[in-house]
């Protein structure tokens, strides 16, 4: 049976009683949950790409970013965004006032799926915090990830919505190591932003006594930034309620040249977003790696300290080696759940069943629904095609397969 990313029990157990208050949240992460366990069972193979529920819709708000994190395939060192005119990226976004009409008829439809915003940087979206308070008033439990811009100002009104899960991008320790990682075109301190932006929410949440948001910190694990993993647990360890450590999605020339001709082959048209993610920011101390990731789960196991989540859960010098090393290494992950229960939308509107690798488009929000399009026959063709024709080169570095 092939292997499925999931919520480790560590994380649930010590972020229950957040959740627990809250059943509207709490049961469709159990649903999403025991839908990706029970998939195979649940919804046997079926050859016309069919799929139930939405369990997830992905907004790319945006494509705008004030960052350019070197990990980053969008704005980072080879990014596919690197052309791209950030007047006409803003230019080309979908309207607050679509964004809540697709929600809203998603529901009369059915579908209450878990929201999540993320882009570029979401909090540069003009519409965000109507959008999470849209959202979260229409049941759906929302989560956002950003860098940390702009989430200081708005700490009351993420309270309050409220927002589920606040995801923070934190790649160092000290605001030296983190902000040459993921540093600003012009003169800002990221690290800054962050520091004043968690203790802001923190203080927000305990005013309203809600525990919402859970707060997670994402790091992207790295050549610069691998030394310091423990660090990076212990000057935050106080601040958020969960670690999430990305060993990060890449792909090598060989590989992305056999995936444009697979992918030819399938849909009639060369890929091009792959391409934004072949870098050089895969480890090559798989020994360091190793202690260090060691290190954060032994941090983590005291009743009181925040859990640890590696995504993908691969753990071991071995192991990690041929994570970095063997684009092929599957580890055991050899089916794609995600392109049957989450729905990702572009910052234009564009909506495609991948989740990191968008040049796949089965149509467009501004001209109908996302339950106009989820079963659709350009949708249930991609689905058909990963189903019968098995995964693509690109899928093996990717979040849907292997983090969601």
Not at 308 to 327: Q, W
Request: aromatic share 10%.
């Amino acid at each position: 049976m092939a292997k499925r990313s999931s919520v480790s029990v560590g994380v649930v157990a010590k972020n229950f009683r957040r959740v627990a208050p809250h059943l509207w949240i709490g049961r469709k992460l159990a649903a999403l949950e025991l839908d990706k366990r029970l998939f195979n069972l649940s919804r046997p193979f079926r050859r016309n790409g069919q799929a139930g529920k939405i369990r997830q819709v992905s907004f790319r708000i945006t494509d705008v970013c004030n960052l350019r994190c070197h990990t980053c395939g969008q704005w980072g060192d080879r990014g596919y965004l690197h052309d791209e005119s950030l007047k006409q990226l803003r230019d080309k976004e979908v309207s607050t006032e679509r964004y809540l009409e697709l929600m809203k008829d998603l529901v009369q439809h059915g579908h209450r799926p878990v929201v999540y915003f993320w882009g570029g940087e979401p909090m540069l979206y003009k519409g965000i915090l109507d959008l999470i308070a849209g959202a979260s008033a229409l049941g759906l439990p929302t989560a956002i990830a950003t860098n940390g811009s702009r989430v200081a100002a708005a700490a009351q009104q993420l309270a309050e919505a409220p927002l589920f899960l606040l995801q923070v991008s934190i790649d160092g320790h000290c605001a030296e190591l983190h902000n040459r990682m993921r540093p600003s075109p012009g003169s800002g301190d990221n690290f800054h932003d962050i520091v004043r932006g968690l203790d802001a929410v923190r203080e927000a949440r305990g005013r309203n006594g809600r525990g919402l948001p859970v707060i997670a910190s994402l790091t992207t694990i790295s050549e610069g930034n691998l030394k310091h993993l423990g660090d990076i647990y212990d000057a935050f360890r106080d601040k958020v309620d969960l670690f999430v450590f990305y060993l990060s999605w890449w792909i090598d020339k060989k590989s992305a040249a056999a995936h444009e001709q697979d992918f030819l082959r399938r849909f009639g048209f060369v890929p091009t977003r792959h391409r934004g993610w072949d870098g050089d920011w895969k480890s090559a101390d798989h020994d360091e790696l190793d202690r260090q990731i060691e290190g954060l789960l032994a941090k983590s196991r005291p009743r009181s300290a925040p859990p640890v989540s590696i995504i993908p859960p691969i753990t071991g010098r071995e192991n990690l080696k041929a994570y970095y090393t063997d684009h092929a290494e599957r580890f055991g992950y050899n089916q794609c759940v995600s392109i049957y229960q989450v729905v990702e939308v572009n910052s234009n509107g564009d909506v495609s069943p991948c989740r990191d690798y968008h040049d796949y488009v089965v149509g467009n929000v501004k001209d109908a629904t996302l339950t106009d399009l989820w079963n659709s026959e350009a949708y249930r063709k991609f689905r058909r095609s990963v189903s019968r024709d098995g995964l693509m080169p690109v899928c093996t570095r990717c979040c849907g397969l292997m983090g969601y």
